[in-house]
DNA sequence: GTCTATACGTCGATAGAC
DNA sequence: GTCTATCGACGTATAGAC
């Protein structure tokens, strides 16, 4: 068959437009096959399960943007040592937008696919990502770390999650929710315009100053 | 058999507990029915679907809390009619801290049932909410409107989404992101310990001063 | 090595007897 | 209301063809 990728491609291609518009669950290894043109029983010859399989569509993204933020954020911290925290996460900006890119809709297509990820996996998702992208991560948490010293450790791993807690769901609802404001408000916003309005929110509440325990 | 509560009851309870601990997918019918000792197809007879049995766990909630956090916000802006977003904010704990009385361990419960039940369930628990509670979301969102009226209403659709993400990312895995802290920073916290510190978060971001488009 | 046909166990759901 | 039996769809595993 001519034009025809070989059966790896083809199934990852399939199935990251799948779950990003789908979610995983909803998703099954049925559909992705009948869409990709391949055997069922491929998906488990060559990912071994719907999990790694999960895992492989995120990695194609994780493998190119992961050193990309890595060295934006290096680049910026040069430049100057005392960067804010909005610098910081505004940083991350530029290597999203790249990975339209590497494939069309990439941005969109990354951002949902890792909200969804991290939304209906119990665990396996966020063990991938911490054991594979960990020093990458790292980076990332004592540039944050380091641009409100003022929060103590114990706080600032609360507020990180309170952060991946509204990225994650921000982008996994992305769609859903740029829709509703075009609706109600009559605003249009791509991704881009999304991203730009959550850094603001989560830069406040990462650096708030802590409230007095007694009053 | 002594001591033994209706059907109905019997599969609410038992797929309330379940549904909490390991989340809904994860949780399937023949464990609740098998656990709550009664016939599979009892589920389908009192509820129609395993989708209604979820909504009709989480109502249980719902039913005791909405009521009384419109009580409590509006008790307080009649004291304070300039009441501050932290303020407002707080109105909510005493609402949920109270569910500990209509079952043991509520308010942990209940806000994981909401966490995962929004995370795993895309749009049906969403609509359900939003129609069967739509009064007491109105009231509580108008109170936060106006308790920063420098937000124009298109940004505090967004900022109040973001917020939705936080808490229902945190509540979800406020288990295990309790167990790490207490590993990492010998940090105890229970569910109010968690409430109390996502609060502060929230405010500084809702009420972050809109930055300049053109610099 | 790659791919395919086929089957196994579990899932939510349902029809029909009692 | 409650039960048994069964359905189609699912993820997964494997024997065997190319």
Do not use: C
């Amino acid at each position: 068959m001519a034009n025809r990728s070989d059966t790896k491609t083809r199934i990852l291609d399939a199935a990251e437009k799948l779950f990003a518009e789908r979610g995983f669950s909803e998703t099954s290894l049925r559909l992705i096959t009948s869409k990709a043109e391949v055997n069922l029983a491929s998906v488990n010859y060559h990912f071994g399960s719907k999990k790694e399989l999960i895992r492989a569509v995120l990695a194609r993204y994780l493998d190119v943007f992961m050193p990309a933020a890595a060295d934006a954020i290096v680049a910026v911290r040069q430049e100057n040592a005392n960067a804010s925290l909005d610098a910081i996460f505004s940083t991350l900006v530029a290597p999203l937008l790249d990975l339209n890119q590497l494939r069309a809709e990439g941005t969109t297509t990354f951002l949902q696919l890792l909200g969804r990820g991290y939304i209906e996996s119990q665990g396996h998702l966020r063990w991938f990502i911490t054991t594979h992208y960990g020093e990458y991560l790292s980076l990332f948490v004592n540039a944050v770390a380091e641009s409100a010293p003022h929060i103590p450790p114990a706080e600032m791993f609360w507020r990180l999650h309170f952060t991946l807690g509204t990225v994650v769901f921000t982008m996994a609802s992305a769609d859903a929710l740029t829709e509703i404001a075009e609706a109600d408000f009559g605003e249009h916003n791509d991704i881009e315009a999304v991203i730009r309005k959550v850094i603001p929110y989560l830069s406040a509440g990462v650096s708030v100053p802590l409230t007095k325990d007694v009053i």
